[in-house]
């Protein structure tokens, strides 16, 4: 695939990142851990990539805004384009030494996601994406499934863990997709769970309570991958409310049913 340039230095910065956090997880029990909030950790690991990231993105691009999970937001001069990272999606898999998290970043441009990626450094899996040049894993096209019905298909979830809120309303979402769907999957890391669906291994995805950096990549991933991609009001507005309903045509459309079906009275 050709890349742009702009591609190629976000594939670069996650890339590096990837490889300082892969010589962390090979140590994983000697990080050291503060406590964020409960059930959220932040490490020094991922402290450490976000830095290296922005540092690469910034010397590119001077004058971008920056936004980041672990800093403050740098508002940047240019105005129109703003970087959105996530250094560390899945800390908690990764604090665990499980092999699911990743590095995302995105680029946006005019409030419109033109380019992103997720990298994967445990399993060396790249996935790579720019507006209306479609979307790749490892370069290799991919696209979402074709599965039409949700009794055909596996779909991706969150479930929020303590700390957060809407655990009964997650309840009630799980209860109905784990009726109508062949089966339900929560990995812990929201951008890879987007890029398996733009890779047609989840048939669908919902996620709830997320920031811009968790979904900011994974969105434009799908969408150039063929899918769809909705809030769960069914609007275009899933980066800045946070959550998000995605799959193809059909699938898309019969989650967004589901997941917003009242629970029925005793």
């Known amino acids: 695939m050709a890349r742009s340039a702009l591609l190629n230095v976000m594939v670069q910065a996650a890339i590096k990142a990837g490889k300082s956090l892969s010589r962390d997880f090979g140590e994983v029990q000697n990080l050291q851990v503060s406590v964020k909030g409960p059930g959220d950790f932040v490490s020094q690991a991922d402290m450490k990539a976000e830095k290296l990231v922005r540092e690469e993105l910034l010397k590119v691009r001077p004058t971008y805004g920056f936004l980041g999970e672990e800093g403050e937001e740098i508002k940047g001069t240019d105005g129109a384009h703003r970087w959105i990272v996530d250094p ?51 370069d290799r096209r991919i696209r979402v499934a074709a599965r039409k019905v949700l009794s055909d298909c596996v ?54 309570g997320l920031n811009a950096w968790d979904i900011a990549a994974g969105l434009l991933l799908i969408r150039e991958a063929g899918g769809f991609v909705s809030d769960m009001a069914g609007g275009n507005d899933a980066l800045n409310r946070g959550d998000v309903v995605a799959g193809n045509e059909y699938i898309k459309k019969a989650l967004l049913d589901v997941v917003n079906r009242p629970l029925p009275s005793a």
């Open 155 to 208: 779909i991706g979830c969150s479930i929020p863990h303590l700390g957060r809120s809407n655990h009964g309303k997650s309840l009630i979402e799980l209860r109905h997709v784990m009726g109508e769907a062949a089966g339900v999957r929560s990995m812990g890391a929201a951008a890879l769970d987007l890029a398996y669906v733009a890779a047609g291994r989840f048939d669908g995805v919902w996620q709830t």
């Open 88 to 138: 560390l999606d899945g800390t908690t898999n990764f604090l665990h030494g499980i092999p699911q998290f990743a590095v995302s970043i995105a680029l946006e441009r005019n409030d419109e996601i033109v380019a992103g990626v997720i990298f994967n450094p445990a399993t060396d899996e790249l996935f790579t994406t720019e507006k209306g040049g479609g979307a790749f894993m490892n």
